[in-house]
């Protein structure tokens, strides 16, 4: 199984940014499809974004479109999340996901939780107003 940790969340005012990212174990980190997602309190958990193994391709929730960007840097086994022009209700827990086998995968629903077979501890993303 993968290992993630996630990093820089913290607090920012409204129309701030903040980088996230996200450490990954593994020797075929390049075959990962990676993703974001976030929960806020008494919610339940949304997709945000994500990226494939190859390409590599891009996928955002329209909440977040033209706003937050993923890369990865394979080089690194690292991905981050860029989040520019925060607003308050992105205000949540940001987890990072990983499928180790999505390589070898025909079909792929990235915005699907259920897709993805290892998750980081999360790290807590606050905006104030």
């Known amino acids: 199984q993968v290992q993630l940790v996630e990093s820089g969340g913290g607090l920012v005012q409204a129309g701030g940014s903040l980088r996230l990212s996200c450490a990954a174990s593994?020797?075929?980190?390049?075959?990962?499809?990676m993703a974001w997602f976030r929960q806020a309190p008494g919610k339940e958990r949304e997709f945000a974004a994500a990226i494939s193994w190859s390409s590599p391709s891009t996928y955002y929730a329209d909440s977040v479109k033209g706003r937050f960007t993923i890369s990865r840097d394979n080089a690194k086994n690292t991905v981050y999340l860029q989040m520019n022009s925060l607003k308050p209700e992105d205000t949540a827990v940001y987890h990072c996901a990983a499928n180790s086998d999505a390589w070898s995968r025909a079909t792929y629903n990235y915005a699907k939780g259920g897709e993805y077979n290892s998750w980081g501890q999360g790290t807590q993303v606050t905006v104030s107003s």
């Open positions: 593994g020797r075929t980190f390049s075959r990962y499809a």
